[in-house]
């Protein structure tokens, strides 16, 4: 009786060290694998224009820096109309490395707007929203 206890006492410590290394690696793995991911981290994630005349510059930029630990590429930035334009860098920004989005907002409309921006990255935030607001007054002329 006493030597099929010490057996599976033996047996059931061996059983707990399988898991615990197993879980271990688990942690381990997952730890690897979320530190080698690229992040978009922006300077501002609003931009208020203000009021501004009708036909005015309607540009601004959203700067941002690949904060993560590998290189981020944006594969898409989608606006909520037509009448927000984005130009964005198409190659992979590495670690540590800044970019810009350059937003064109359609200033030949008059009146209040709030538009939303969508960057799409396989960067840990992957997927980032934007936001630009003001006012265009109409033109004296």
């Known amino acids: 009786m006493n030597y099929s206890m010490n057996t599976f006492k033996i047996s059931s410590f061996k059983l707990i060290m399988v898991i615990c290394l197993f879980v271990s690696s688990l942690s381990y793995a997952q730890t690897i694998q ?6 978009l981290s922006f300077e501002a994630k609003e931009i208020d224009y203000g009021s501004i005349n009708q036909h005015d510059n309607g540009e601004r930029i959203f700067k941002f820096t690949n904060s993560g630990n590998a290189p981020v590429v944006i594969s898409q930035v989608k606006t909520t109309c037509g009448c927000t334009v984005p130009k964005y860098p198409k190659t ?44 265009v007054l109409k033109s004296a002329i």
């Open 92 to 135: 992979a920004i590495l670690p540590g490395d800044s970019g810009e989005i350059k937003i064109k907002y359609a200033t030949n409309r008059v009146g209040a707007f709030s538009k939303g921006i969508t960057v799409h990255s396989n960067a840990k935030n992957a997927k980032q929203t934007l936001k630009i607001k003001g006012t």
């Open 34 to 39: 979320t530190s080698n991911i690229g992040m």
